[in-house]
């Protein structure tokens, strides 16, 4: 193992956007004056967006960098062979005060095909919500193309959408194809696959400042979207103190949640991958052999592949746990 590596914090990368609000500073301690931050990533590796890390002898790296040096020995062998000096995930918080637009994201063949990029597989962890706040997932049962293209020409596509009322810890699974949107009043978690590619549909009308509206994409978005109404979006599952529960589980990524009052020791020998620590709510302190760390809500952690024991720590604090 490399005497380097040791678990990595980055400077969160924050994005100001026409819906953002103020929470990602008051609930989860982001560093801006801004009223407008959206988004902050976590960990990326999006071109132009690279994550620095934040502190330690690695300080002021980019994430990339890191992976050319230190390849399997950060990330894990099988994943480094298939994504080589690409990281595979990209990790976010978002602060909704406004709608967010109605949107979907291309599968991997079609992302290939059109911006040879990977696609977009996502899921959401609600963090917070205001009373009667949601998402937008999927359209109404029965909805067809037909209803879609007029609602468009219309101005009625909001008629056509699902409306899912939200509360902390509700989980959803965003697949390709699938219209969504975040609702005004909630913060979640987002784990997805690195790319940046989203088929705007509709955008409630908004203009800028100086009244021009945004882009809309409603012809690419055609080929990729999911017609099909279906109930599989929202995880069921029921949390396990001290212990892991699993919310979601493909080919991109594998979340668990770790609600903890107590020590954890955690074997990752076995585990051909990084691991992602989201901090959610409480403090959690994180030791392993090449250093330790403490996590407030809405901090996130990465430990390297070739880190094989950790330990967790907390009198109340929950996690959200990512690998490959």
Known sequence: MS?????????PILKEKIWGGSKLNTFLHKDSDSNQVGES??????????????????????LRSLIEQYQSELVGKSIYEHFQNKFPLLIKFIDAKENLSVQLHPDDVLAKKRHNSFGKTEM?????????????????DGVSVEDYENSLKNNSIEDLLNFEEVNPGDTFFIKPGLIHAIG???VLAEIQQTSDITYRVYDY??????GNSRQ????????????????????????????KTSLVENQYFKTKQIKLSQELTLDYSSTDSFVIYMNIE???KVSTERGDEVLKAGETLLIPACIDEVKITSNNSTLLEVTI
């Not at 005497?3 to 400077?11: R, S, V």
């Not at 009667?132 to 109404?140: N, T, W």
């Not at 994409?217 to 103190?241: G, L, M, P, R, V």
């Open 3 to 11: 005497k380097d590596l040791y678990p990595l914090k980055f400077k």
């Open 41 to 62: 990533w976590e960990i990326s590796d999006v071109e132009g967006d690279f994550s620095i890390v934040a502190k330690g002898d690695l300080q002021g790296k980019t």
């Open 124 to 140: 959401w962890y609600i963090m917070q919500a205001d009373e009667g706040c949601g998402i937008i997932v999927g359209f109404k």
């Open 184 to 186: 005004k009043g909630v």
């Open 205 to 210: 009308n908004r203009t800028d400042d100086e």
């Open 216 to 243: 809309l994409h409603t012809e690419e978005a055609k080929e990729a979207i999911d017609f099909e109404a279906n109930d599989e979006y929202k995880i069921d599952y029921t949390s396990k103190e001290n212990n």
């Open 282 to 284: 409480g403090d959690t």
